[in-house]
């Protein structure tokens, strides 16, 4: 059986949609999307899409979700949330200056419209988990420039932070990511060398995790934090597992830890009200029964 053809025996017949990913077997949005599902009462579905990071294997899950009468569209996790974008009918003017899709949404004539909520679900997590902190205050640093990094630098860059120093493995990467989103009113966004990752935290505020080190299966971040600030928030938007070994860093030399189930909580409410038809909360009920899965 095909994952296509085990996820249509699961929804049986129902409206549905998928996380789309590889890896996606980690992946939490199944709980927490199908605690909506029965907290509203909806006969809905939403399952878990392996998807090869070939084009090829964009291209049948993008004739999958148009052909298939049932499908509402989907979420995209890594690697895919750059290379699906040609494949659409649509792209959001959000996700076009971002330059990344996280949500795929089937409008009634069967057209999929990419769409991107990653910096909606950052910033309502990063507020709700450091209600102190301001954009204002100081520099922030980030590590990553895929598809979340994108969605992570345009939110900061637009909440007004002074100064954003990024850092990731391939510098060119960095650099054209810095390039795109770089304000015109003078403030800058630094292209850091990720061997220098660990003295380019002094005096930041905030530093956020975007890459896939420390998510379960993938290699380790190492990061050493004596350079951070007591203060600082560290955020770190992987979810799985919950507390990486930078967060448990953080939450013992006194810094606020952020995890990644907020972001992916908030995130996922854009998708689900498109594809279901209505209006969702992120609860700490929720949250609960999301970790209990």
């Known amino acids: 059986m095909t994952p296509y053809e085990a996820l249509l025996a699961e929804a049986r017949g129902r409206p549905f949609a998928a996380i789309v990913g590889w890896p996606v077997e980690h992946s939490r949005s199944p709980a927490l999307h199908g605690y909506w599902l029965k907290e509203h009462g909806i006969d809905g579905h939403y399952g878990r899409l392996p998807v090869e990071p070939k084009r090829e294997a964009l291209e049948a899950l993008v004739a999958f979700l148009r052909k298939t009468a049932t499908a509402r569209g989907c979420n995209l996790t890594l690697p895919h949330k750059i290379d699906i974008m040609p494949l659409l009918d649509r792209i ?21 419209e990419g769409r991107n ?25 980030v590590l990553g420039a895929g598809g979340a990094a994108r969605a992570v630098v345009a939110s900061l860059v637009d ?44 005096g930041a505020t905030l530093l956020v995790n975007t890459t896939s080190l420390g998510m379960k299966g993938q290699p380790p971040l190492d990061l050493d934090l004596a350079r951070l600030p007591a203060n600082a928030v560290v955020d770190d938007i992987v979810s799985v597992p ?48 999301v970790l209990a899965a």
């Not at 909520?117 to 640093?141: E, I, M, N, R």
């Not at 990731?168 to 990720?194: H, K, S």
């Not at 930078?246 to 854009?270: C, E, F, K, S, V």
């Open 92 to 112: 959001h003017p959000d996700a076009e200056r971002i330059g990344a899709v996280n949500t795929v949404i089937k409008q009634p004539d069967g057209s999929l």
């Open 117 to 141: 909520s990653d910096g909606f679900g950052f910033v309502s997590a990063l507020k709700q988990g450091a209600p102190a902190w301001q954009a204002t205050d100081g520099p922030a640093v």
């Open 159 to 202: 909440a007004g932070v002074p100064e954003l120093r990024l850092i990731n493995r391939t510098q060119q990467a960095a650099i054209t990511l810095g390039v795109a989103f770089t304000p015109r009113d003078g403030r800058q966004i630094m292209i850091e060398r990720w061997d220098e990752r660990s003295a380019v935290l002094d």
């Open 242 to 289: 919950l507390e990486t070994a930078l967060l448990a860093a953080a939450r013992a030399r006194g810094n606020t830890p952020i995890d990644g189930l907020g972001m992916l909580l908030h995130q996922g409410r854009m998708g689900f009200e498109a594809w279901f038809g209505r209006k969702v909360e992120v609860t700490e009920a929720q949250r609960q029964a």
